[in-house]
């Protein structure tokens, strides 16, 4: 929560690391494409991980916020 008020991409929504750990959690994202980022880029790669370890084949780590905003301006 603390990573997400001090910065997220537009449209983004904060799902802690814990709470993709339930699998309930996990299905809702189910066939969507989820672009991952977090404060420091470590958690992004967990997160990408456990969503496609329970089927989520479109999920991706994009590293730190900082790291995606550099991406996702290149697009």
Same mark, same amino acid.
């Given at each position: 929560?603390?990573?997400?008020?001090?910065?997220?991409?537009?449209?983004?929504?904060?799902?802690?690391?814990?709470?993709?750990?339930?699998?309930?959690?996990?299905?809702?994202? @189910?066939?969507?494409?989820?672009?991952?980022?977090?404060?420091? $880029?470590? =958690?992004?790669?967990?997160? +990408?991980? &456990?969503? @496609?370890?329970?089927?989520?084949?479109?999920?991706?780590?994009? $590293?730190? =916020?900082?790291?995606?905003? +550099?991406? &996702?301006?290149?697009?």
């Amino acid at each position: 929560p603390d990573d997400f008020r001090n910065g997220h991409i537009n449209n983004a929504v904060n799902v802690p690391l814990e709470e993709l750990k339930s699998e309930n959690k996990l299905r809702s994202f @189910r066939d969507r494409l989820i672009l991952i980022d977090c404060g420091n $880029g470590r =958690y992004s790669f967990i997160a +990408q991980e &456990l969503m @496609r370890k329970y089927g989520n084949s479109m999920a991706y780590a994009l $590293g730190s =916020y900082e790291q995606a905003k +550099q991406s &996702l301006k290149k697009r």
